[in-house]
Protein backbone atom coordinates (compact mmCIF):
# COMPACT_ATOMS: atom_id res chain seq x y z
CA UNK A 1 0.00 0.00 0.00
CA UNK A 2 1.42 3.78 -0.76
CA UNK A 3 2.35 5.16 2.06
CA UNK A 4 0.94 8.28 2.16
CA UNK A 5 4.25 21.06 8.97
CA UNK A 6 1.76 27.73 13.75
CA UNK A 7 4.35 28.86 12.54
CA UNK A 8 5.90 27.24 9.87
CA UNK A 9 7.17 27.43 6.10
CA UNK A 10 8.06 24.58 3.81
CA UNK A 11 10.34 25.00 0.29
CA UNK A 12 10.41 22.60 -2.38
CA UNK A 13 13.77 22.91 -4.39
CA UNK A 14 14.05 20.68 -7.46
CA UNK A 15 17.01 19.63 -9.70
CA UNK A 16 16.91 16.90 -12.34
CA UNK A 17 17.89 13.41 -12.76
CA UNK A 18 21.25 12.69 -12.60
CA UNK A 19 24.20 10.71 -13.79
CA UNK A 20 24.01 6.54 -14.07
CA UNK A 21 20.34 6.51 -13.73
CA UNK A 22 20.58 8.52 -10.17
CA UNK A 23 16.84 9.50 -8.82
CA UNK A 24 15.23 12.78 -9.16
CA UNK A 25 15.96 14.23 -5.90
CA UNK A 26 13.22 16.57 -4.80
CA UNK A 27 14.33 18.73 -1.83
CA UNK A 28 11.77 19.79 0.39
CA UNK A 29 12.54 23.00 3.19
CA UNK A 30 10.38 23.74 5.99
CA UNK A 31 10.98 26.71 7.34
CA UNK A 32 9.38 27.73 10.35
CA UNK A 33 8.96 30.18 13.49
CA UNK A 34 8.11 28.49 16.75
CA UNK A 35 3.97 27.87 17.38
CA UNK A 36 2.00 30.17 19.83
CA UNK A 37 1.74 28.30 22.71
CA UNK A 38 -1.11 30.41 24.56
CA UNK A 39 -4.33 28.29 25.10
CA UNK A 40 -6.97 28.47 27.37
CA UNK A 41 -6.41 24.69 28.46
CA UNK A 42 -3.48 23.08 28.83
CA UNK A 43 -4.05 19.85 26.42
CA UNK A 44 -4.50 22.44 23.48
CA UNK A 45 -0.61 23.69 23.65
CA UNK A 46 1.02 22.93 20.91
CA UNK A 47 3.64 20.69 20.28
CA UNK A 48 6.96 21.79 19.38
CA UNK A 49 6.88 20.02 16.22
CA UNK A 50 3.22 20.77 15.13
CA UNK A 51 2.98 21.03 11.60
CA UNK A 52 6.77 19.59 10.89
CA UNK A 53 5.41 16.04 12.07
CA UNK A 54 3.03 16.40 9.21
CA UNK A 55 5.96 17.65 6.93
CA UNK A 56 7.63 14.53 7.56
CA UNK A 57 5.17 11.65 7.51
CA UNK A 58 4.51 13.46 4.26
CA UNK A 59 8.38 12.77 2.73
CA UNK A 60 7.68 9.50 3.58
CA UNK A 61 4.82 9.11 1.60
CA UNK A 62 6.33 11.00 -1.25
CA UNK A 63 8.94 8.84 -0.99
CA UNK A 64 7.13 5.60 -0.78
CA UNK A 65 5.54 6.61 -4.21
CA UNK A 66 8.85 8.12 -5.32
CA UNK A 67 10.40 4.61 -5.26
CA UNK A 68 8.80 3.31 -7.95
CA UNK A 69 9.38 6.49 -10.34
CA UNK A 70 12.93 6.82 -9.71
CA UNK A 71 12.19 10.30 -7.56
CA UNK A 72 13.55 11.12 -3.92
CA UNK A 73 12.31 13.90 -1.62
CA UNK A 74 14.14 15.27 1.41
CA UNK A 75 13.45 17.65 4.39
CA UNK A 76 15.45 20.27 4.84
CA UNK A 77 14.64 22.39 8.05
CA UNK A 78 15.17 26.03 8.94
CA UNK A 79 13.75 28.22 11.92
CA UNK A 80 12.96 32.37 11.54
CA UNK A 81 12.63 34.02 14.47
CA UNK A 82 9.21 36.93 15.31
CA UNK A 83 11.60 39.52 13.53
CA UNK A 84 13.40 37.93 10.79
CA UNK A 85 11.82 38.54 7.75
CA UNK A 86 10.77 35.96 5.45
CA UNK A 87 11.64 37.43 2.11
CA UNK A 88 14.92 37.09 2.59
CA UNK A 89 14.34 33.44 3.88
CA UNK A 90 12.91 32.61 1.03
CA UNK A 91 15.47 34.61 -1.56
CA UNK A 92 18.34 32.55 0.85
CA UNK A 93 16.38 29.40 -0.48
CA UNK A 94 15.49 30.11 -3.61
CA UNK A 95 19.44 30.47 -4.33
CA UNK A 96 19.26 26.54 -3.38
CA UNK A 97 17.18 25.93 -6.14
CA UNK A 98 13.62 25.91 -4.52
CA UNK A 99 10.79 25.91 -6.35
CA UNK A 100 7.46 25.57 -4.50
CA UNK A 101 7.34 26.90 -0.78
CA UNK A 102 4.63 25.56 1.29
CA UNK A 103 3.46 28.41 4.01
CA UNK A 104 2.54 28.19 7.79
CA UNK A 105 2.89 31.73 8.65
CA UNK A 106 0.12 34.57 9.41
CA UNK A 107 -1.29 36.80 6.62
CA UNK A 108 1.04 39.65 6.68
CA UNK A 109 4.29 37.53 6.30
CA UNK A 110 2.60 35.64 3.45
CA UNK A 111 2.62 38.35 1.69
CA UNK A 112 6.06 39.39 2.01
CA UNK A 113 6.69 36.08 1.16
CA UNK A 114 5.36 35.43 -2.22
CA UNK A 115 6.52 38.74 -3.43
CA UNK A 116 9.58 37.72 -2.62
CA UNK A 117 8.78 34.69 -4.84
CA UNK A 118 7.52 36.18 -7.35
CA UNK A 119 10.45 37.78 -8.25
CA UNK A 120 12.25 34.93 -8.08
CA UNK A 121 9.63 32.59 -10.27
CA UNK A 122 8.42 30.28 -6.85
CA UNK A 123 4.92 29.31 -6.18
CA UNK A 124 3.90 29.01 -2.88
CA UNK A 125 1.14 26.74 -0.87
CA UNK A 126 -0.84 28.16 2.07
CA UNK A 127 -0.26 25.74 4.86
CA UNK A 128 -1.78 27.59 7.70
CA UNK A 129 -3.57 31.59 7.15
CA UNK A 130 -7.18 30.93 6.71
CA UNK A 131 -7.38 34.89 6.19
CA UNK A 132 -10.26 36.12 3.59
CA UNK A 133 -8.41 39.03 2.46
CA UNK A 134 -5.98 36.07 0.86
CA UNK A 135 -8.07 34.78 -0.75
CA UNK A 136 -10.30 37.67 -1.84
CA UNK A 137 -8.65 41.71 -2.46
CA UNK A 138 -4.92 40.18 -1.58
CA UNK A 139 -4.61 37.07 -3.70
CA UNK A 140 -1.84 36.14 -5.60
CA UNK A 141 -1.14 34.27 -8.97
CA UNK A 142 1.65 32.50 -7.23
CA UNK A 143 -0.24 31.37 -3.73
CA UNK A 144 -2.44 27.80 -3.12
CA UNK A 145 -4.11 27.63 -0.48
CA UNK A 146 -4.34 24.29 1.33
CA UNK A 147 -5.65 25.69 4.77
CA UNK A 148 -9.35 26.58 4.44
CA UNK A 149 -10.85 30.07 4.28
CA UNK A 150 -12.58 31.45 7.47
CA UNK A 151 -15.90 31.47 5.24
CA UNK A 152 -15.36 27.80 4.67
CA UNK A 153 -15.27 27.02 8.35
CA UNK A 154 -18.15 29.42 9.19
CA UNK A 155 -20.17 28.14 6.60
CA UNK A 156 -19.75 24.15 6.99
CA UNK A 157 -20.87 25.01 11.01
CA UNK A 158 -23.82 27.07 9.75
CA UNK A 159 -25.35 24.28 7.27
CA UNK A 160 -25.10 21.81 10.34
CA UNK A 161 -26.80 23.73 12.88
CA UNK A 162 -29.81 24.97 9.64
CA UNK A 163 -29.62 21.29 9.31
CA UNK A 164 -30.55 20.75 13.09
CA UNK A 165 -32.86 23.33 12.81
CA UNK A 166 -31.14 25.16 15.29
CA UNK A 167 -31.16 28.61 13.38
CA UNK A 168 -31.81 31.37 16.40
CA UNK A 169 -28.01 31.84 17.48
CA UNK A 170 -26.37 34.36 20.13
CA UNK A 171 -23.28 35.67 18.48
CA UNK A 172 -20.82 36.34 21.04
CA UNK A 173 -17.58 37.82 19.97
CA UNK A 174 -14.27 38.77 21.29
CA UNK A 175 -12.28 42.04 21.04
CA UNK A 176 -9.36 41.28 18.89
CA UNK A 177 -9.09 41.70 15.47
CA UNK A 178 -9.30 37.99 14.22
CA UNK A 179 -12.30 37.25 16.64
CA UNK A 180 -13.99 40.16 14.58
CA UNK A 181 -12.93 38.27 11.23
CA UNK A 182 -14.19 35.05 12.33
CA UNK A 183 -17.54 37.14 13.30
CA UNK A 184 -17.80 38.42 10.09
CA UNK A 185 -17.71 35.17 8.17
CA UNK A 186 -20.57 33.57 10.68
CA UNK A 187 -22.84 36.51 9.96
CA UNK A 188 -22.36 35.65 6.29
CA UNK A 189 -22.84 32.05 6.74
CA UNK A 190 -25.83 33.05 8.86
CA UNK A 191 -27.42 34.92 6.38
CA UNK A 192 -26.19 32.44 3.01
CA UNK A 193 -28.08 29.79 5.00
CA UNK A 194 -31.09 31.06 6.57
CA UNK A 195 -30.20 31.27 10.22
CA UNK A 196 -30.80 34.29 12.40
CA UNK A 197 -28.42 36.47 15.07
CA UNK A 198 -30.83 37.27 17.52
CA UNK A 199 -28.36 39.32 19.42
CA UNK A 200 -25.08 39.60 19.69
CA UNK A 201 -22.41 40.23 22.66
CA UNK A 202 -18.96 41.22 23.06
CA UNK A 203 -16.44 39.87 25.28
CA UNK A 204 -13.70 42.22 25.99
CA UNK A 205 -10.36 41.17 27.31
CA UNK A 206 -9.19 42.81 30.14
CA UNK A 207 -6.34 40.35 30.97
CA UNK A 208 -6.33 38.52 33.99
CA UNK A 209 -5.20 35.30 35.22
CA UNK A 210 -6.99 32.46 34.98
CA UNK A 211 -4.82 29.85 36.48
CA UNK A 212 -4.93 31.03 40.16
CA UNK A 213 -6.48 29.65 43.06
CA UNK A 214 -9.81 31.56 42.54
CA UNK A 215 -9.66 31.51 38.68
CA UNK A 216 -12.54 28.70 38.57
CA UNK A 217 -14.77 30.43 40.80
CA UNK A 218 -14.43 33.65 39.34
CA UNK A 219 -15.03 32.03 35.54
CA UNK A 220 -17.87 30.52 37.29
CA UNK A 221 -19.31 33.50 38.03
CA UNK A 222 -18.21 35.66 35.14
CA UNK A 223 -19.67 33.60 32.43
CA UNK A 224 -23.20 33.15 33.32
CA UNK A 225 -23.21 36.98 33.93
CA UNK A 226 -21.96 37.31 30.50
CA UNK A 227 -24.98 35.19 28.72
CA UNK A 228 -27.64 36.33 31.30
CA UNK A 229 -31.14 37.90 30.03
CA UNK A 230 -30.93 36.60 26.17
CA UNK A 231 -33.36 36.56 24.01
CA UNK A 232 -35.06 33.23 23.06
CA UNK A 233 -31.93 31.23 20.79
CA UNK A 234 -31.04 27.37 19.72
CA UNK A 235 -27.28 27.80 20.13
CA UNK A 236 -24.69 30.16 21.35
CA UNK A 237 -22.12 30.63 18.69
CA UNK A 238 -18.70 32.53 19.73
CA UNK A 239 -15.68 34.28 17.85
CA UNK A 240 -12.95 34.02 19.41
CA UNK A 241 -9.94 32.72 17.30
CA UNK A 242 -7.54 34.32 20.64
CA UNK A 243 -9.06 31.79 22.71
CA UNK A 244 -9.72 34.59 25.78
CA UNK A 245 -13.20 33.38 26.44
CA UNK A 246 -14.95 30.80 24.73
CA UNK A 247 -13.26 27.39 26.18
CA UNK A 248 -15.34 28.46 29.38
CA UNK A 249 -18.56 28.72 27.81
CA UNK A 250 -20.16 25.01 27.80
CA UNK A 251 -21.83 23.91 30.55
CA UNK A 252 -21.16 27.71 32.22
CA UNK A 253 -23.69 29.78 30.06
CA UNK A 254 -26.96 31.18 32.06
CA UNK A 255 -29.04 29.08 29.62
CA UNK A 256 -28.76 25.38 28.92
CA UNK A 257 -27.80 25.82 25.52
CA UNK A 258 -25.38 23.99 22.83
CA UNK A 259 -22.16 26.58 22.18
CA UNK A 260 -20.23 26.42 18.94
CA UNK A 261 -17.50 27.89 17.08
CA UNK A 262 -14.60 28.73 18.45
CA UNK A 263 -15.54 25.96 21.47
CA UNK A 264 -18.14 23.02 21.49
CA UNK A 265 -18.85 22.03 18.38
CA UNK A 266 -15.54 23.12 16.39
CA UNK A 267 -15.12 23.34 12.57
CA UNK A 268 -11.72 22.52 11.72
CA UNK A 269 -9.76 20.28 8.66
CA UNK A 270 -9.04 17.08 11.03
CA UNK A 271 -9.12 15.93 14.38
CA UNK A 272 -7.34 12.64 16.41
CA UNK A 273 -10.66 10.98 16.54
CA UNK A 274 -11.43 11.00 12.93
CA UNK A 275 -11.57 7.63 11.57
CA UNK A 276 -13.86 7.45 8.35
CA UNK A 277 -12.35 6.61 4.60
CA UNK A 278 -9.38 5.05 5.65
CA UNK A 279 -8.15 7.99 8.11
CA UNK A 280 -7.36 5.12 10.85
CA UNK A 281 -4.22 4.05 8.72
CA UNK A 282 -3.01 7.57 8.60
CA UNK A 283 -3.64 8.42 12.12
CA UNK A 284 -1.84 5.13 13.55
CA UNK A 285 1.39 6.07 11.44
CA UNK A 286 1.08 9.02 12.88
CA UNK A 287 0.58 8.35 16.38
CA UNK A 288 3.33 5.49 16.27
CA UNK A 289 5.77 7.88 14.74
CA UNK A 290 5.56 10.93 16.82
CA UNK A 291 3.75 9.27 19.99
CA UNK A 292 1.03 11.77 19.98
CA UNK A 293 -2.10 12.95 17.64
CA UNK A 294 -2.00 14.49 14.58
CA UNK A 295 -3.29 17.80 14.53
CA UNK A 296 -5.31 20.02 12.17
CA UNK A 297 -2.11 21.87 11.42
CA UNK A 298 -0.22 18.76 10.69
CA UNK A 299 -2.47 17.88 8.37
CA UNK A 300 -2.83 20.97 6.55
CA UNK A 301 1.15 20.50 6.05
CA UNK A 302 0.82 17.00 5.10
CA UNK A 303 -1.77 18.04 2.45
CA UNK A 304 0.56 20.14 0.64
CA UNK A 305 3.38 18.43 0.75
CA UNK A 306 1.41 15.98 -0.40
CA UNK A 307 0.24 18.04 -3.32
CA UNK A 308 3.80 18.68 -4.67
CA UNK A 309 4.53 15.11 -4.57
CA UNK A 310 1.07 14.43 -6.58
CA UNK A 311 2.45 16.75 -9.16
CA UNK A 312 5.77 15.30 -9.47
CA UNK A 313 4.21 11.93 -9.86
CA UNK A 314 1.50 12.32 -12.01
CA UNK A 315 4.05 14.41 -14.56
CA UNK A 316 6.69 12.19 -13.77
CA UNK A 317 8.55 15.10 -13.68
CA UNK A 318 10.67 17.81 -11.98
CA UNK A 319 10.35 20.61 -13.67
CA UNK A 320 8.25 23.39 -11.93
CA UNK A 321 6.35 24.81 -14.57
CA UNK A 322 5.19 21.47 -15.62
CA UNK A 323 4.21 20.76 -12.16
CA UNK A 324 2.57 23.99 -11.29
CA UNK A 325 0.82 23.58 -14.89
CA UNK A 326 -0.53 20.69 -13.34
CA UNK A 327 -1.66 21.67 -10.31
CA UNK A 328 -3.84 24.00 -11.79
CA UNK A 329 -5.23 22.15 -14.48
CA UNK A 330 -8.82 20.37 -14.02
CA UNK A 331 -7.09 16.86 -13.95
CA UNK A 332 -5.17 17.81 -10.45
CA UNK A 333 -6.55 16.52 -7.38
CA UNK A 334 -4.94 14.73 -4.24
CA UNK A 335 -6.29 12.38 -1.75
CA UNK A 336 -6.59 13.52 1.93
CA UNK A 337 -8.86 10.81 3.51
CA UNK A 338 -11.67 12.56 3.66
CA UNK A 339 -14.17 10.56 1.33
CA UNK A 340 -13.29 12.52 -2.28
CA UNK A 341 -10.60 13.60 -4.11
CA UNK A 342 -10.12 17.39 -3.45
CA UNK A 343 -9.35 19.98 -5.97
CA UNK A 344 -8.48 23.16 -6.69
CA UNK A 345 -10.57 26.45 -7.32
CA UNK A 346 -9.62 28.15 -10.63
CA UNK A 347 -10.62 31.60 -9.17
CA UNK A 348 -9.08 31.89 -6.20
CA UNK A 349 -6.49 29.06 -6.27
CA UNK A 350 -8.42 27.76 -2.58
CA UNK A 351 -8.09 23.54 -2.05
CA UNK A 352 -12.25 22.51 -2.12
CA UNK A 353 -12.36 19.79 1.02
CA UNK A 354 -15.23 19.05 3.44
CA UNK A 355 -14.74 19.70 6.91
CA UNK A 356 -15.31 18.25 10.28
CA UNK A 357 -17.60 19.35 13.39
CA UNK A 358 -15.39 18.38 16.28
CA UNK A 359 -17.33 18.46 19.88
CA UNK A 360 -13.41 17.62 21.67
CA UNK A 361 -13.52 13.81 21.55
CA UNK A 362 -15.82 12.81 18.57
CA UNK A 363 -16.19 14.19 15.29
CA UNK A 364 -20.08 14.58 15.10
CA UNK A 365 -20.25 15.35 11.89
CA UNK A 366 -19.02 16.51 7.94
CA UNK A 367 -19.79 19.27 5.74
CA UNK A 368 -20.98 19.97 3.37
CA UNK A 369 -24.46 18.67 4.76
CA UNK A 370 -27.17 16.89 2.47
CA UNK A 371 -29.65 19.03 1.06
CA UNK A 372 -27.37 21.78 0.29
CA UNK A 373 -26.56 21.85 -3.46
CA UNK A 374 -24.84 23.42 -5.68
CA UNK A 375 -24.32 22.86 -10.05
CA UNK A 376 -20.63 22.36 -9.57
CA UNK A 377 -19.53 20.81 -6.51
CA UNK A 378 -21.58 20.77 -3.06
CA UNK A 379 -17.74 21.44 -2.15
CA UNK A 380 -18.49 25.06 -2.99
CA UNK A 381 -20.78 25.71 -0.84
CA UNK A 382 -18.47 26.42 1.46
CA UNK A 383 -16.42 29.72 1.58
CA UNK A 384 -17.06 32.00 -1.36
CA UNK A 385 -18.38 30.62 -4.71
CA UNK A 386 -17.32 32.01 -8.31
CA UNK A 387 -19.81 35.03 -8.40
CA UNK A 388 -18.67 36.05 -5.01
CA UNK A 389 -15.42 36.01 -5.51
CA UNK A 390 -13.39 39.56 -5.58
CA UNK A 391 -9.93 37.96 -6.64
CA UNK A 392 -8.49 39.05 -9.67
CA UNK A 393 -5.11 36.63 -9.74
CA UNK A 394 -2.15 38.67 -11.15
Same mark, same amino acid.
Given at each position: ??????????????????????????????????????????????????????????????????????????????? =??????? *???? &?? @?????? %?? #?????????????????????????????????????????????????????????????????????????????????????????????????????????????????????????? =??????? *???? &?? @?????? %?? #??????????????????????????????????????????????????????????????????????????????????????????????????????????????????????????????????????? @????????????????
Amino acid at each position: MLRLLIGCFILIALSGTGQSGQPLEIKIGYLHQPPSRIRISLMDVPAANDGLAGALLAIDDNNATGRFLNQHYTLVEKT =IGENDDP *AAAV &DA @LADQGV %SF #VVTSLDADRLLKAADAGKARGETLINAFAIDERLREQDCRADVIHVAPARSMLADALAQYLVWKKWRKWILIVGSHENDGLFADALRHAATRFGAKIVEERTFKDNGGARRTDSGVAEIQQQ =IPMVTQG *APEH &DV @LVAADE %SE #VFAGYLPYRTWDPRPVAGSAGLVPTTWDAAFDQWGAVQLQNRFTRTFQRPMTAHDMQVWTSVRVVGEAAARTNSGDPGKMLAYMKSPEFSVAAFKGQKLTLRDWNQQLRQPILLFDGRNTVSVSPQEGFLHQVST @LDTLGLDRPETKCVLK
